[in-house]
């Protein structure tokens, strides 16, 4: 499939050949909402905790009789329904990553490429190389390309130049080929590759 190339002053310089089996899959929904799941659960910390009955400080001295009070016969101050008790069923430290398989993983990279392709929300840019690193004009190059939340995706390095005037850009995501990643691609508007990231991707792809 073909697809134009730009520059950053907007201007056409010429065009590319996409991989239909990369940009041209169909789109399902099931794949990225499983993938996005994956990744947002593997960045979770897990480290949530609340005490339990067993780890409260408190004294286990019967604090009423047995008969007469007219209540329940408690033997603890840990019990959970005392105030400064312990937590019944609460949050533990654990793990909460889960498995997807390799090929599964980079079936979902290829749906979230090509959802991006289908919804002509994908750019393909002649080099992302920016000598003049200050903000304010790469904010400007932005504005006359209409790039207001996007994802940058560079080759095997970014220029450093274009990364440091986007670092403080909201909005504005830049990532090396290799952290091309569902979530980061379907959280921005715009998905905008170099032609070295579109190399880079279809030999890691196919």
Known sequence: ???DILKLDASKAGNIDLAE???GLDVRRDILH???????????????KVKEKSEISATTKKFVRQKGSGGARHGSRKAVQFRGGGVAHGPRVRDHSHDLTKKFRKLALKTALSAKAKDGKLIVLDSAEFSDAKTKNLVAVFA????????????????????????NIPQIDVLPEIGANVYDILRRDTLVLTKGAVEALEARLK
């Open 1 to 3: 499939m073909k697809h």
């Open 21 to 23: 089996e990369i940009f």
């Open 34 to 48: 499983r993938m996005v799941n994956w990744q947002l659960a593997k960045r979770r910390a897990g480290t949530h």
């Open 144 to 167: 006359k390309l209409g790039w207001k939340s996007a994802l940058i995706i560079d080759g095997s390095q970014v220029n450093e130049g274009f990364a440091r005037a986007a670092r």
